[in-house]
């Protein structure tokens, strides 16, 4: 199969069953995406989801991070991955809203990436869920699942190879749902140890599937 037919059928695959692909962080405006963000860095959204409502609710603003001390906020985030810095982030992350951004989150990466806490990922899924801009954030999902399939060859070894791969090919008004559609294919379907090639809808343009299990027929979906 050329590239350019494996992106046409991952395009035509999850445009036709997954048309609504979002973030399953729960927020109610950028700047709380933004501290969702930060914070799910080599954590589950899951756990994110579990402390941001009480976050959310007694630091609703930047100015709040801003005015916060590290003891107040550290309790609020204690369950999460690397809680210590990530408390400094946002604490740095606020008074940066503040005092350069007139507080609010800024829409470009360029801009976002000089936020404490902020890398070039973080910094793509801001941009790519809060104003549709075509930039693909690469976790570690995107990066599995992306090689696997094909789309992007087994030598990009960085996630920044991965991205340009994925910009160049994918058109630019499905960039910021494809993001999602290979997020959400390797936290439920293509999982890293042990994918559910049993249950997967897209096994007949996928590499991976093509070099484990050979000549095996498995039929598409109907």
Known sequence: MLKKERYQAFIDHFA???????????????????????????????????????LFRDFPTPAHLAAAHFDELFPYIKTVSYPNNKTKHLLGLGKMLIEDFGGKVPETVAELVKLPGVGRKTANVITSVVWNQPNMAVDTHVFRVSRRLGLVPMTAKTPLEVEKQL?????????????????????????ARKPKCEECKITHFCRYFEKTHGNEVKPTES
């Not at 756990?47 to 941001?52: G, H, L």
């Not at 910009?167 to 999982?191: D, E, F, N, S, V």
Request: some cysteine; glycine content about 2%.
């Open 167 to 191: 910009i160049r090919h994918i058109p630019k008004q499905y960039i910021h749902k494809a993001h999602h559609w290979l997020i959400l294919h390797g936290r439920y379907t293509c999982l």
């Open 16 to 54: 036709e069953n997954m048309p609504i692909a979002e973030t399953e962080l729960q927020y109610e405006d950028p700047f709380q995406l933004l501290v969702a963000v930060v914070l799910s860095a080599q954590c589950t959204d899951k756990r994110i989801n579990q402390v941001t409502p009480a």
